[in-house]
């Protein structure tokens, strides 16, 4: 009795899970197609925020070295994966130290130039670069710091070939991402005595969330979190690791400004943290206004006064 009520038991359970296996192939039916469809939709619009991102447009340069009565000479970068970047050699005083100046994200080497002038003034010698993206007639798109860094050892290699400067007495200046380049370029040359650095950051991720709030209007952690994804999907096989930590202890022994402006509150505090984990000979300034593309006016003079007179003190 047991065992035919057992078995009779069965098929009833079998009955059952063949009406549900039909239940599910008809959701399926209905609404994968249209999950499918919202995925791709999804991936397409966070594919068009990373690229508009990485690709900020030509900036047009308004002004150039003979504005401001400096010699100059045209050079290019050259890059860890074979192409070049414009830039301007500007020599001062023989045997005077040279500064490297990385103007940022969306801006060109032009916007560098009022400080380079005051830097001349002073007697060094500068060298001006444009970064990925952000220049005349763009190239290559930015990635946003990843790359960036491998730049600046090209910029830092060049001063190395001009035997007129002092080799040992070497600065950089650079904003948000040429900031962020400077302090990891600088960790590789011990000649690299002063870092001005204007709104740095350390992780990517927190630079690409920082623009997607800036360009988009947009604050969504999903958001950010997708557009990462495909921002590492794009350099999976860069040979570059994403996550990589400055290396911060390297620089103990180095003078460095940190810069950060009421205009870029979200970078301000990324600048802050880096700041309380560094320690060498460091200190902090702030800005009505950060340096941008087209800054000018009195904060445009104060801000290069401050810049020149830290170099001044801690390379000559």
């Known amino acids: 009795m047991r065992r035919n009520e057992f078995w ?23 609404v994968l197609p249209a999950f499918t469809i919202l995925f791709i939709g999804i991936l397409v619009i966070f594919s068009v925020l990373v690229y508009k991102i990485m690709h900020p447009g030509a900036v047009p340069e308004a002004v150039n070295p003979s504005h401001y009565l400096l010699p100059s000479l045209e050079i290019e970068i050259a890059t860890s994966d074979g192409k070049g970047l414009p830039g301007w050699w500007i020599p001062g005083l023989k045997d005077a130290p040279a500064i490297i100046l990385a103007s940022g994200y969306g801006m060109n080497r032009g916007d560098a130039l009022s400080l380079a002038a005051a ?53 950089i200046w650079g904003t948000d ?7 990891k370029a600088a960790a590789s040359f011990p000649a690299i005595r002063a870092l001005a650095v204007d709104s740095p950051y350390e992780a990517i ?17 999903l958001v950010q ?3 990462y ?14 996550n990589q930590r400055l290396p911060l202890r390297d620089l103990s022994d180095r003078a460095v400004l940190f ?10 505090s990324l600048t802050g943290a880096i ?16 340096r941008i593309h087209s800054m000018s006016g009195e904060d445009l003079r104060s801000y290069d006064r401050q810049v020149s007179s830290f170099f001044l003190l801690h390379l000559q």
């Open 119 to 171: 830097l001349h003034r002073n007697g060094f010698n500068t060298l001006i670069y444009s970064q990925r993206g952000s220049h005349a007639r763009p190239k290559m798109s930015s990635t946003l710091g990843l790359r960036e860094a491998d730049d600046m050892l090209g910029a830092v290699r060049f001063l190395q070939s001009r035997k007129e400067i002092n080799q040992e007495r070497l600065g």
């Open 229 to 242: 994804q495909i921002f590492r999907l794009i350099h999976l096989f860069g040979g570059i690791p994403m």
């Open 8 to 30: 009779g038991f069965i098929p009833m359970r079998r009955g059952i899970s063949s009406e549900k296996k039909v239940q599910i192939e008809k959701f399926l039916r209905l």
């Open 225 to 227: 979190f997708g557009c």
């Open 177 to 183: 991402i040429g900031a962020r380049a400077a302090l």
């Open 205 to 221: 991720s927190d630079f690409l969330d920082y623009r997607i709030g800036q360009d988009f209007g947009i604050n969504n952690r």
């Open 275 to 290: 700041y309380d984990r560094i320690k060498p000979q460091k200190e902090m300034i702030s800005f009505k206004t950060a």
């Open 259 to 268: 810069i950060k402006g009421e205009n870029r509150r979200e970078l301000g």
